[in-house]
């Protein structure tokens, strides 16, 4: 039986309210997934959790059979974790971050230069691997941290809001990256409030509120779903599938806080 690339199950994290509530979401290996909510939601303090940044109050969770409480270890060296502030060593050049971040995971050093001239030709780096981080735009910052990511080859890649600050061409560069990634066996999940980039990329799109899962599937699956829902089109666009979903979760809560 193959094992999935993420298995989270009833995972909890508190704070004055739960920022994720009793989640549980299995993505299989090889697969592009969107997880979206509006501000709040909780996507991001599962991701973190998921990327070992954080730890759960409750619930397990799984990355290619590692439990990321008993081996944490194991978890981390199959995964890239890409956060929406790209976090850079700024007195490094490209290239010496690479090398520094394949030697944190011990990746051969022949291996890592030629994968870090690999990645940095890719993403348009290379007129700019000589030159420090400390000059460059938020754009080209992510395209670094993208490609110290990538530097290990990670089997789960997990991206938030990962074109933000990126021109249309940088942008494409990373979704063809990405893209790239998916079709040779990695899983991809990532946070976006560009829907037209989920819509467009994304196999399955799970949506988030409140710290709950309350809508999963394909783009046609959302579509049937929230045309039994509402008496919607089977065209309508990801935008008013997401926004009418989001808006049931809305009404669904007091009710569910009135009856605890």
């Excluded at 460059?136 to 110290?148: D, E, H, I, N, T």
């Excluded at 899962?213 to 089977?234: P, W």
């Amino acid at each position: 039986m193959m094992t999935h690339a993420l298995e989270i199950r009833n995972l909890t994290k508190l704070y004055q309210r739960p920022a994720v509530d009793d989640l549980s979401l299995t993505i299989p290996q090889g697969e592009f997934y969107a997880l979206l909510g509006p501000n709040g939601a909780g996507k991001t303090t599962t991701l973190k959790m998921v990327a070992g940044l954080l730890q759960p109050d409750h619930g397990t969770i799984s990355i290619l059979g590692h439990d990321t409480v008993a081996d944490p270890l194991g978890a981390k060296r199959v995964t890239a974790w890409v956060p929406d502030e790209p976090m850079i060593y700024d007195r490094l050049t490209p290239l010496e971050y690479l090398e520094f971040v394949a030697g944190l995971w011990q990746v051969d050093p022949e291996r890592a230069r030629q994968g870090a001239d690999e990645i940095l030709g890719i993403l348009g780096l290379e007129a700019h691997a000589d030159e420090r981080c400390e000059g460059f735009s938020k754009g080209m910052r992510q395209k670094v941290a993208l490609a110290g990511a990538l530097i290990h080859d990670p089997r789960l890649i997990i991206l938030d809001e990962p074109l933000t600050g990126l021109d249309a061409g940088s942008a494409r560069l990373v979704k063809d990256v990405l893209r790239e990634r998916v079709r040779q066996g990695c899983t991809v999940i990532l946070t976006t409030h560009i829907l037209e980039v989920a819509e467009r990329m994304a196999e399955r799109i799970g949506v988030i509120a409140n710290g709950r899962l309350v809508a999963e599937g394909t783009l046609a699956e959302l579509r049937t779903s929230s045309g039994n829902a509402n008496g919607s089109s089977e065209e309508a666009s990801l935008e008013e599938i997401f926004l009418s979903v989001v808006a049931r979760s809305a009404t669904v809560e007091p009710e569910r806080e009135a009856a605890a």
